[in-house]
């Protein structure tokens, strides 16, 4: 976190073409225990080739989101209910179911958490991926087979010959996730979505698989969303970064600048919570204080308000819009020139940023208006220091 602050964005001389483009969405689950506000009414894009990165806590709408995207909500209490999606020139929303599935089989592919939920395990490996190909390429069983062979082999499965007559289960869990990696890509798809691919796997392999999914992809030009609450994952592996919070995009920025100037206090907050490798390394580690708010109250002010250090009067009653950190500029979505973008009333200075809290001379977070809930009065009084002032 060092550098100018809020230099503005370079400019490109060709912005790249978005292959994806959201627009408003609003993701709600109508259950016997209320409204879930799950997704806000969130816009962004994703050019062709470019690697995304979706952040945020759990339960902040990350997954939501693209389910919405891929029309694969859980039904019936998933609904969009407001905004657009346009793949690659179609309206995704309002699409034929029949016709969404043929974009979810051929142009656009998912990778998740456990791969067993994605793979049949009554089948071999190899069924599965010629399946998988006939169902989508005009290739002969044989051509499908030899094309499995060589994907297997992409992702790094030894004897991949041999290993296609395996049934999921005999693949340890690292290499079931290339097996899904090698379907995902057997489709040759414009848009890989990843959603906490190897939260479920040892730490070591992590590392290889999040490294073949970046390598893989550009090299292919396929476009990337990786869904995942640690920052880390996403440093070396996107281009761009959408950090959410309660349903909301508050910050996004290319990677580089997010990191070198992150401007949101919650990305502060992820930032200082999170292990470093850089000059900060060995810097104590400081929580996110609070818990994310209850999504089944529809949002009044910032979300982020009642964990906020920074917080100011308005951001109780008002939630303020995405909007260029530097106020004033042109909104370029996507590429290395993209935006920076926060929704933010009081946003950190660059010293602020660093030190992870408010240090300018005379700022007390505004406290809460009263019914509304105050985390940081809550965890200062139960520490004992109703002011929030802990000892010295
Ligand atoms: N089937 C469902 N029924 C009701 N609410 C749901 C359902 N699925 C998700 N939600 C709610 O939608 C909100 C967003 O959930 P989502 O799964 O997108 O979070 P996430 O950011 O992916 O979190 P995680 O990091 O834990 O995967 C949460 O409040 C969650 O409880
Ligand atoms: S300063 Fe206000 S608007 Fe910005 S994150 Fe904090 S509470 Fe939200
Ligand atoms: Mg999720």
């Known amino acids: 976190m060092t550098g100018t602050l809020a230099a503005p964005p370079p400019t490109r001389s060709s912005v790249p073409e978005p292959l994806l483009e959201v627009r408003g969405l609003i993701v709600r689950f109508r259950t016997h225990d209320g409204t879930i506000h799950a997704v806000n009414g969130i816009s962004f894009d994703v050019a062709r080739g470019e690697r995304l990165g979706l952040v945020g806590e759990s339960g902040c709408g990350k997954s939501v989101t ?108 690292g290499m079931r996730q290339r097996v899904m990696i090698a379907m995902a890509l057997a489709l040759e798809p414009k848009l890989m979505i990843a959603d906490e691919p190897t939260t479920a796997l040892d730490v070591t392999i992590q590392a290889q698989v999040l490294e073949l999914i970046s390598r893989l992809t550009t090299e292919t030009g396929t476009s990337l969303i990786l869904i995942t609450h640690d920052l880390g994952v996403v440093a070396g592996m996107t281009d761009r970064i959408n950090v959410m919070y309660a349903g909301f995009i508050v910050e996004t920025a290319t990677t580089g600048d997010l990191f070198e100037t992150p401007s949101h206090p919650y990305t502060v907050g992820l930032l200082h919570s999170m292990p470093r490798v850089d000059d900060r390394e060995g810097e104590p580690l400081i929580p996110i204080e609070g818990r994310p708010p209850d999504m089944r109250n529809a949002p009044t002010g910032c979300p982020f308000a009642p964990r906020c250090a920074w917080r100011l009067e ?46 300018r001379a005379g700022h007390t977070p505004a406290p809460a208006p009263a019914g509304q809930l105050d985390e940081l009065a809550s965890l200062a009084a139960i520490a004992g220091h109703p002011d929030g002032e802990g000892p010295a």
């Open 314 to 359: 308005a951001c109780w009653t008002d939630n303020p819009a995405l909007a260029p950190l530097v106020p004033g500029v042109a909104v370029v979505a996507t590429g290395q020139g993209a935006t920076h973008l926060i929704a933010c009333h009081n946003p950190p200075t660059r010293d602020e940023a660093d030190a992870g809290r408010p240090t």
């Open 66 to 173: 693209n389910l919405a995207i891929i029309r694969l909500l859980p039904k019936p209490a998933g609904r969009i209910e407001g905004g657009t999606v346009s793949f690659d020139g179609q309206d995704l929303v309002r699409m034929d179911e029949s016709d969404v599935r043929e974009i979810r089989g051929r142009d656009i592919a998912m990778i998740f958490q456990d791969p067993m939920t994605s793979l049949n395990p009554v089948l071999t490996v190899e069924e599965q991926m010629i399946e998988t190909i006939v169902a989508h390429r005009k290739l002969s069983k044989n051509e499908a087979r030899a094309r499995a062979v060589e994907l297997l082999g992409m992702v790094g499965i030894p004897q991949p010959e041999k290993r296609l007559k395996s049934f999921p289960h005999q693949f340890s869990g």
